[in-house]
């Protein structure tokens, strides 16, 4: 759809290197500058689907300027500023090749682990007689491991110490910033009548040497939200909760026969759908931050975003 912002191909000034992931485009300049792009692709099941999604690339950007400012008190993050709706530019890091993953609720991941039969994950034990989306007594770290290619890996804090993926004490210390992080963020959800259930945290090191917080967080496609409201009878009863997600994208693929796996195709999707998915993005957005989405003029987007970003650079 022309309305929204797909592949990018900029050459700003000082541009060394340009890469494209799943949804984000990165553009590293001279000067320790990044340039991160949050397009309006959307991916399930490690697959991009073939439209684009107006605005989701703004409210996921968004999301994550208003959730960096609300915690930058605990840690350095690596904005500098947001000089688009779609585009953070930031401070380049040398990545830790971990996603620190971490879990209030069992869902999810852990959930399918536990329903197994499994009562460790990541070399973290689950408590006995846990039914799905219960509370877990204390949060728990489950690492993963980034993979260039495919799925993450799970990983345990013993294996990445072991096999010299980080150094011990690097990891103590972002150990301690994902459990402030996410108290932060559990205390910002509950002011939302929210709960926070689980979310990822990613960290480099700048030229500096100092850590800091990098990427997105917070946002719908990082992190699963419950609704507080009836969390409690929905769990007595044993229904399923009410989530602030992706989800629902799945749960249309998933309808319409598409799961990622092989031989399957994947469907159409009319633009009333790509439609009610975009309206659903700005309802996250609103639920989330409590602020009013504030569309974005996406007439002529890649234009717009060129400008803004070489305004800011100049």
Excluded at 74 to 91: C, E, F, H, R
Excluded at 152 to 180: A, H, M, N, P
Excluded at 202 to 226: K, M, N, Q, V, W
Excluded at 257 to 279: A, H, I, K, N, R
């Amino acid at each position: 759809m022309s309305n929204t912002l797909g592949t990018t191909n900029f050459n700003f000034p000082g541009q060394l290197n340009h890469y494209k992931g799943k949804v984000r485009e990165v553009y590293t300049l001279e000067n320790d500058l990044v340039v991160m792009v949050a397009s309006d692709r959307i991916s399930a099941f490690d697959y991009i689907l073939p439209k684009g999604i107006p605005y989701k690339g703004q409210v996921l950007n968004q999301i994550a300027e208003l959730m960096l400012d609300a915690t930058s008190d605990i840690v350095p993050n690596w904005k500098l500023a947001t000089p688009d709706p779609s585009v953070t530019v930031g401070k380049t890091c040398k990545v830790f090749p971990i996603e620190m993953v971490i879990r209030g609720y069992l869902a999810g991941h852990a959930w399918r682990e536990y329903k197994t039969g499994k009562r460790m994950l990541c070399g973290v034990p689950m408590p006995d007689g846990m039914e799905e989306n219960d509370k877990f007594p204390e949060p728990i770290i489950t690492p993963a491991t980034k993979a260039e290619e495919g799925h993450d890996e799970d990983i345990s804090r013993e294996e990445i110490i072991k096999q010299g993926i980080i150094s011990e004490s690097d990891y103590v210390q972002l150990e301690d910033y994902t459990r402030k992080l996410f108290h932060r963020g559990t205390e910002l959800a509950a002011a939302r009548d929210l709960i926070l259930v689980d979310t990822k945290y990613e960290f480099g090191r700048d030229a500096e040497g100092a850590i800091r917080l990098i990427d997105e967080i917070h946002t719908p496609d990082s992190s699963r939200y419950f609704y507080a409201d009836g969390y409690a009878e929905r769990q007595a009863k044993g229904e399923k909760q009410k989530q602030l997600s992706k989800e629902f994208v799945r749960e249309w693929l998933m309808e319409n026969g598409f799961q990622g796996l092989e031989g399957q195709t994947m469907p159409y999707m009319p633009d009333e759908f790509v439609t009610l998915v975009s309206d659903r993005y700005i309802e996250l957005f609103e639920n989330i931050t409590g602020k009013p989405f504030v569309k974005g003029d996406i007439s002529g987007i890649e234009n717009r975003v060129e400008g803004n970003v070489l305004g800011w650079l100049k």
